[in-house]
């Protein structure tokens, strides 16, 4: 299933009032976790699957990657991130993730930040991926963390006053397709175990070198009180993986 939500015009303008939308990577809190999992990103070419608005496609060329290209399914998104700048070193293309074509060892870096839980086939966009990285590599991905991902509801236990008493764990073990809400609207995830993560990463031929379950930051918690919660389960998994 290759899902497009984000050229609705309802579920786009609600995206677009995401503190993550409006600033970008600062305002994103697991951003400082996933930028200590990037490689020195000079002089390199680098593939960012799920782009959106190509925010690390620009990060990635402040750090003076050679060469950029960002791919994503929603012309919306796209138009966003080409509004921003002009760089010939960025290079946008419309593409669902499971339908990329490159050439082998293309690449000597791939990133991914929260797109791959709505792929079905994680593990044929591994294959693809290791293909598409030159020997020594890097391939750094976050994803919905699986305790998030588990339960279709994403939600909290909430008690008699409407506090957010628990985070509920249930079926982590029945992977397979979540019928989920964001941002009011019904959106397809894919549920994985973390077991079953990092075994495809392996099993494709990518060495594991480092994982992060940030939480958010002193500093994004003041700017951002809501995030406060975020620190009492994992909602992100973030892995370093290497060819």
Same mark, same amino acid.
């Given at each position: 299933?290759?899902?497009?939500?984000?050229?609705?015009?309802?579920?786009?303008?609600?995206?677009n009032?995401?503190?993550?939308?409006?600033?970008? $990577?600062?305002?994103?809190?697991?951003?400082?976790?996933?930028?200590?999992?990037?490689?020195?990103?000079q002089?390199?070419? &680098?593939?960012?699957?799920?782009?959106?608005?190509?925010?690390h496609?620009?990060?990635?060329?402040e750090?003076?990657?050679?060469?950029?290209?960002?791919?994503?399914?929603?012309?919306?998104?796209?138009?966003?991130?080409?509004?921003?700048?002009?760089?010939?070193?960025?290079?946008?293309?419309? $593409?669902?993730?499971?339908?990329?074509?490159? %050439?082998?060892?293309?690449?000597?870096? &791939?990133?991914?930040? $929260?797109?791959?839980?709505? &792929?079905?086939?994680?593990?044929i966009?591994?294959?693809?991926?290791h293909?598409?990285?030159?020997?020594?590599?890097?391939?750094?991905?976050?994803?919905?963390?699986?305790?998030?991902?588990?339960?279709?509801?994403?939600?909290?236990?909430?008690?008699p006053?409407?506090?957010?008493?628990?985070?509920?764990?249930?079926?982590?073990?029945?992977?397979?397709m979540?019928?989920?809400?964001? $941002?009011?609207?019904?959106? &397809?995830?894919?549920?994985?175990?973390?077991?079953?993560?990092?075994?495809?990463?392996?099993e494709?031929?990518?060495?594991?070198?480092?994982?992060?379950?940030?939480?958010?930051?002193?500093?994004?918690i %003041?700017?951002?009180?809501?995030?406060?919660?975020?620190t009492?389960?994992?909602?992100?998994l973030?892995?370093?993986?290497?060819?």
């Amino acid at each position: 299933m290759k899902q497009n939500k984000y050229d609705d015009p309802d579920f786009f303008a609600q995206y677009n009032q995401m503190p993550r939308s409006i600033g970008g $990577l600062e305002a994103a809190g697991e951003w400082p976790a996933l930028r200590a999992l990037m490689p020195d990103l000079q002089g390199k070419r &680098v593939l960012d699957l799920g782009c959106g608005f190509g925010w690390h496609c620009r990060y990635a060329r402040e750090m003076r990657a050679s060469s950029v290209i960002g791919v994503d399914l929603s012309e919306m998104m796209l138009a966003r991130a080409k509004a921003f700048e002009h760089d010939p070193g960025i290079e946008y293309l419309q $593409l669902a993730i499971e339908d990329i074509a490159f %050439a082998a060892e293309q690449f000597d870096v &791939v990133i991914s930040s $929260l797109a791959l839980h709505y &792929v079905e086939r994680f593990d044929i966009v591994c294959r693809k991926i290791h293909e598409y990285l030159a020997p020594g590599g890097s391939f750094i991905l976050s994803v919905e963390h699986p305790v998030f991902t588990a339960r279709a509801a994403q939600d909290w236990h909430y008690g008699p006053a409407g506090e957010r008493m628990h985070w509920p764990v249930d079926d982590y073990q029945q992977e397979g397709m979540r019928q989920t809400r964001f $941002l009011d609207n019904d959106v &397809v995830k894919y549920h994985r175990t973390v077991a079953t993560i990092i075994n495809q990463l392996i099993e494709t031929g990518f060495t594991i070198r480092q994982l992060s379950e940030p939480q958010p930051t002193p500093e994004a918690i %003041a700017a951002y009180p809501d995030m406060r919660d975020e620190t009492r389960r994992p909602i992100f998994l973030l892995i370093a993986a290497e060819k």
